[in-house]
């Protein structure tokens, strides 16, 4: 089997390529959030690195989210686009779970985290594999303190760390990790793998969609428009 992975969710753009359980391309750009015009260039340089055709790809992986919402949109019309061309299916992979699948840490509960913006983030909790929490969009100092019950120590990554590593260690002290910056970003190859294990679950291009833990911030400004003149 031969997976094409895309990740778009965040300030990292990727794309991973995945054949019969190795991994034989990862390429990731920081190039902020014009994912849109950088993906699918992407898309063709994995293959041409790997010599295969679009029609050598037998299942499509993309991070569905949480992440910013015109990021995660990007990667799931991009895959969308190309099931549907293509006739193969394709399975969403949870950007939390993705970004802390990147690491290999038994001993500590990995907690992934994501800039929510306005004091939030998007975060959850694993260890060695297994999730001890679930999905959640909080404010930090929230998040903090249901991790804190946990456990004693810790290992964040994530993009969130960059903003909220000084309020991480000032709660949770030495009991707090940061991953290395070479590790600290959500690998594309750890989409393709988790999409390898979740291949069961496949869909068709219609039925692939965004996971949003809340709406959009336009949907969030206009009701609170109507709520202030109703109110």
């Excluded at 499509?60 to 919402?69: D, E, I, K, Q, R």
């Excluded at 909080?138 to 964040?156: C, I, S, W």
């Amino acid at each position: 089997m031969i997976i094409l992975a895309l990740d778009t969710s965040g300030p990292v753009a990727g794309v991973a390529v995945w054949e019969d359980g190795r991994i034989r391309y990862e390429g990731a750009a920081v190039n902020k959030m014009t994912h849109s015009e950088s993906v699918m260039p992407m898309v063709e340089e994995a293959l041409r690195r790997t010599g295969l055709t679009m029609q050598a790809i037998s299942l499509l992986a993309v991070t569905v989210g949480p992440g910013s919402f015109t990021g995660v949109r990007i990667g799931v019309t991009a895959v969308k686009a190309m099931a549907h061309a293509l006739g193969i299916p394709c399975v969403g992979v949870d950007t939390l779970e993705a970004t802390a699948a990147g690491i290999d840490n038994i001993d500590e509960i990995i907690c992934p985290i994501q800039n929510a913006r306005v004091q939030q983030v998007y975060g959850a909790a694993f260890r060695a594999g297994q999730r001890l929490m679930d999905d959640c969009v909080m404010k930090v100092d929230e998040f903090l303190t249901a991790v804190a019950a946990l456990g004693d120590h810790f290992l964040f990554t994530g993009d969130g760390v960059a903003i909220y590593r000084e309020k991480i260690t000032q709660t949770l002290g030495d009991r707090a990790r940061f991953a290395a910056s070479q590790s600290a970003y959500l690998r594309p190859a750890a989409v393709a793998a988790l999409g390898a294990r979740d291949a069961e679950r496949a869909v068709d291009y219609l039925t692939l969609q965004p996971m949003y833990l809340r709406a959009p911030q336009a949907e969030r400004e206009r009701a609170a428009r109507e709520a202030e003149k109703h109110g």
